[in-house]
Nanobody, 130 residues
Framework: QVQLVESGGGSVQAGGSLKLSCAAS????????MGWFRQAPGKEREGVAG????????YYADFVKDRFTISQDNAKNTVYLQMNSLEPEDTAMYYC???????????????????????WGQGTQVAVSS
């Protein structure tokens, strides 16, 4: 089993930054792909960024490119999401997710579709004020 625990959420003003962390436990082979997703009130959950954990390949939704960066520290079994230039539209609950198999059309981790991910954390809230 894989367990994921997010942290680092909070309240910031527009233009500010936050760094989210996702501490993972369980077999590394069960979390080949790791992703960050978010869900705003009244909206569906959407993929934000993904990473192929053994090759450091990164994937991003178009709406966060050049603002958000996904990274990992394998020694700490932790995946991060650095969020810069935050906008009020980024306000949401942010979730970490893991997939035990490759989830992308590229044969790796390019998919940011939530149904492709097997394990989920409880989420961390991000609020951006204008």
């Amino acid at each position: 089993q894989v367990q994921l625990v997010e942290s680092g959420g909070g309240s910031v003003q527009a233009g500010g930054s936050l760094k989210l962390s996702c501490a993972a436990s369980g077999s590394p082979s069960s979390r080949i792909c790791m992703g960050w997703f978010r869900q705003a009130p009244g909206k569906e959950r959407e993929g934000v960024a993904g990473i192929y954990t053994t090759r450091d390949a990164e994937y991003y939704a178009d709406f966060v490119k050049d603002r958000f960066t996904i990274s990992q520290d394998n020694a700490k079994n932790t995946v991060y999401l650095q969020m810069n230039s935050l906008e009020p539209e980024d306000t949401a609950m942010y979730y970490c997710a893991a997939a035990a198999v490759f989830v992308g059309a590229d044969g790796k981790c390019s998919s940011l579709t939530e149904t492709h991910y097997n394990y989920w954390g409880q989420g961390t809230q991000v609020a951006v004020s204008s």
